[in-house]
């Protein structure tokens, strides 16, 4: 059949289309699908402008339902069509009656409903209603289906990896719903030691990376001291974790240059590191009895100046980054310069992308350094007018504040000398020019610009830190703490004594419990203190740890054959769990003191976007932290690592307390989940009320997860659905589409292989921006991206 023949057919059968929909022929319609192809439903929507499934759904009528499942059945309509606000066909019609634009007729949108999971199991219905990126209409769908909580869970889990593989961006409202979900059902029933699933048989395989985050935080958060509820807990989280970054262990190293940490102990104080480590080992282990005996009152204090004292140190941290990063950057030139060809230099430099993602923050905290000192210097000139301008203490802390100056403006010239050629320039030269000596010369001039290490060394025998000298200035201008680097030392160091003052006090403690077993009389010597107080010491550094605590005494008891009373022992052991229980409660109602303040309780945050400010996430990752110790020491919270290794995308249990404790990166990897996490889990912390030491039934659930074959399936479809559109080819692109391709999904793309590396692209923006797409294709895709011919 000729082609004119071919667009003739075309004409005759979207007419008889009109017509069998006008007169609502469900027959003469099937009749003529059946001649149909994707180009005559394309020329259809191009004549009329409008869908037919769409025009049939906007009715509202049931009479139309019938033309529905007819259009859907023959693969050429899809409910995922969008109109020009981006909604799908159901997401439009919600939204339409949401806002009473039209009235439809009663039950109408559960049979659209019905009609486009017609025939799917459950997992598939779930996968196909949340592609349409509404969360009205996904209550609307789960209102209908009626899911027990077992089967739902592990309908969305299945759902939701797919999703994730075939990297389906969902709407932020619908994500945070489902998610919800998820981590509320695996807090009640997956939260103690998890075997599920179909044991060995099964494939442990690891998703999708999600959103990676930054797990650093940022010393001298903006906090409001007076708010009791969070700035406490926020900035023991800030030391926490500001801790974390400076240990160095076999385990953890973290800060393995050892002139980067002398040169931080010149700007500081040598000891500055040693007690912010030994802080974030305490707020690890929150329950020691040391950490309980401490006065809060001394922690309130404390915490309440730093927030006016960090702005030095923050000076420090920003000043020592951009140092770094210069050495990376310098590093990367070496390893460029060390290439033995042309193709590997170019491989390496594709690798790691056009743009300099260093750039833009290295100016950023260089600009604060900068105008830290601007400020600085504004504040001596100013002070130098008074009396204490003319003292010789105020004379030396002013030379010092030149010296600092004068490393900062080295710094200066070395971001300039960069400046002069920068990455991207000298990543253009090296891919343009076919000489490799040539290109050698040119990395050799780069590397030997400057040396960031060079700047260290300066910093380690030049750079004196201001607070031996502010302390000598006579009567110590207040103005003048904001620059004293002993002060947040000082301060901070308080609570690490106190830590330790408290560990001299548990022989007492020992003394205590010999006198409640009644055993004082017969251990009444030194000795017998001082062993029972080092069994005991376990306990001692973890409370929570109750078994332990009462094994020993039994165990002491029985060796030294003193007598032991079951009963009195069991009302003891029933108090140490009330004081658990306690401890618990009383950071519960702390969350959900925080979790009631008017910026929560305005915005619904399951079922919005969460947006927490940087305060208000540190302290809600500081209490879960502690909520997440007491689950675990209880058997509450067990291993769930088989969980998150079969893709299950929320993190909870014993692997959820390590990411707050440690680094959340490897976690977030493994689990394809970001941020949000924390301010779910949150919700869900403050949803329930637990009783400890009350049983709780270790249930038999069987889940059944996407293999590992199942997710090289899912990616070959997309590949395959890349490759029929580069090829132009209609008909086989819309045959993988209906096979299970998912178009609106993001590709591993390159528009050019010799010239930048792979990344994830849009077909309705990037890969359309790059390829010259055939007209028919162009129509099909204006079906999924909104305004797609005007990209």
């Given amino acids: 059949m000729s082609g004119g023949e071919t667009k003739h057919g075309d004409i005759l059968c979207i007419g008889e289309i009109f017509e069998s929909i006008a007169g609502k022929d469900e027959q003469t319609l099937a009749r003529t699908l059946e001649r149909s192809s994707i180009k005559t439903m394309l020329l259809f929507e191009s004549v009329y402008g409008i869908s037919p499934l769409l025009h049939c759904a906007r009715t509202g009528d049931m009479s139309h339902l019938a033309l529905v499942r007819c259009l859907l059945r023959s693969g050429l309509c899809d409910s995922e069509t969008v109109d020009s606000k981006g909604r799908t066909v159901l997401a439009g019609l919600v939204g339409a009656h949401a806002q009473t634009e039209r009235t439809a007729a009663p039950g109408f949108l559960e049979r659209m409903i019905e009609i486009v999971i017609e025939g799917a199991d459950d997992s598939t219905a779930c996968y196909r209603m949340l592609k349409h990126n509404s969360l009205p209409l996904f209550q609307a769908f789960l209102s209908l289906k009626q899911y027990d909580e077992g089967r739902l869970f592990e309908c969305l889990t299945c759902a939701l990896t797919k999703l994730r593989v075939k990297l389906f961006i969902l709407a932020v409202d619908l994500e945070i719903f489902v998610l919800g979900i998820l981590a509320d059902y695996e807090f009640r029933h997956l939260s103690g030691k998890w075997t599920g699933g179909r044991g060995k048989t099964v494939h442990e395989w690891k ?11 940022v010393i001298g958060k903006r906090v409001q001291p007076a708010n009791v509820e969070t700035f406490q807990d926020c900035l023991k989280r800030t030391v926490m974790t500001l801790g974390e970054m400076l240990k160095n262990t076999k385990s953890t190293p973290n800060m393995p240059n050892g002139r980067l940490k002398q040169a931080m102990g010149c700007m500081i104080t040598p000891r500055f590191a040693d007690i912010v480590i030994s802080l974030r080992n305490s707020y690890a282990r929150p329950f020691s009895l040391s950490q309980l005996l401490i006065d809060a009152n001394l922690e309130r204090r404390v915490y309440s100046s730093l927030p006016q004292q960090t702005v030095v140190i923050r000076m420090v941290m920003n000043l020592l980054f951009v140092i770094v990063m210069a050495e990376v950057r310098r590093s990367f030139y070496g390893m460029l310069m060390r290439c033995g060809s042309l193709d590997a230099l170019r491989s390496l ?4 992308s056009k743009q300099d993602v260093f750039s833009t923050p290295i100016q ?6 900068t105008q830290y000192f601007a400020n600085i210097k504004g504040l001596l000139e100013e002070l130098s007018e008074n009396p204490v301008g003319n003292t ?21 010239a070395m971001l300039a000398a960069e400046k002069e050629l920068d990455y991207e320039s000298l990543r253009q030269k090296c891919i343009s020019c076919n000489d490799l000596s040539t290109i050698r010369r040119l990395l050799h001039s780069k590397i030997n ?15 004196i830190g201001n607070g031996s000298s502010i302390l000598r200035v006579p009567g110590m201008v207040v103005r003048l703490s904001g620059i004293d680097t002993e002060l947040v030392c000082n301060e901070l160091a308080r609570i690490v004594n106190a830590t330790r003052e408290a560990k001299t006090s548990y022989k007492n403690h020992t003394r205590q419990l010999i006198e409640d077993l009644n055993i004082s009389e017969v251990v009444d010597d030194v000795e017998g203190v001082e062993q029972l107080t080092e069994l005991l010491a376990p306990y001692y550094e973890n409370i929570l740890l109750l078994d332990k605590k009462w094994s020993v005494l039994k165990s002491f ?11 009195d022992a069991q009302k003891l052991r029933q108090r140490d769990e009330q004081q658990v229980q306690t401890l618990y ?13 008017p910026d929560f309780r305005g915005v619904d945050p399951v079922r919005r976007n969460i947006i927490v400010q940087e305060d208000m996430n540190a302290t809600l990752e500081q209490l879960q932290l502690e909520l997440c110790a007491i689950l675990t020491a209880v058997g509450y919270f067990g291993d769930s690592f088989q969980c998150i290794k079969q893709g299950i995308p929320i993190i909870q249990g014993r ?18 989940s970001g941020d949000v996490k924390k301010t779910v889990n949150a919700l869900v912390f403050n949803r329930l009320q637990i009783r400890l030491f009350e049983s709780k039934q270790n249930e038999s659930i069987e889940l059944h997860l996407p293999s590992l074959e199942n997710m090289y399936q899912w990616v070959e479809e997309q590949q395959q659905l890349l490759a029929c559109v580069l090829a132009d080819d209609l008909t086989q692109t819309h045959a993988m589409m209906r096979s299970g391709g998912e178009i609106k999904g993001y590709f591993c793309f390159t528009p050019d292989v010799a010239q930048y590396s792979a990344a994830y692209y849009s077909i309705g923006h990037k890969i359309k921006a790059y390829c010259a797409l055939a007209p028919s294709l162009a129509l099909l895709f204006d079906r999924y991206f909104p305004f797609f011919g005007e990209y």
Wanted: aromatic letters at 10%.
């Fill in 364 to 369: 950023t905290v260089f600009g604060q350094v």
């Fill in 585 to 597: 409660d009383e950071r519960h109602r702390k969350l959900q003191t925080i979790l009631a303040r």
């Fill in 349 to 352: 430099l594709i690798y790691t």
């Fill in 449 to 463: 610009a400057y040396r960031p290490n060079a700047v260290l060394e300066s910093i380690c025998n030049r750079w």
């Fill in 392 to 412: 010789v203490e105020f004379s030396q802390l002013g030379d010092q504040i030149q010296v600092q100056c004068g490393i900062v403006d080295e710094v200066k």
């Fill in 557 to 567: 008891c029985k060796q030294r054959r003193l007598p032991w009373n079951e009963t």
């Fill in 655 to 672: 692997n959820y307390r390590n990411l707050l404790a440690h680094d959340s990166l490897s976690y977030n990897m493994l689990s394809a």
């Fill in 207 to 217: 998703a999708q990376a999600g959103i990676v985050i930054d797990c650093w935080s």
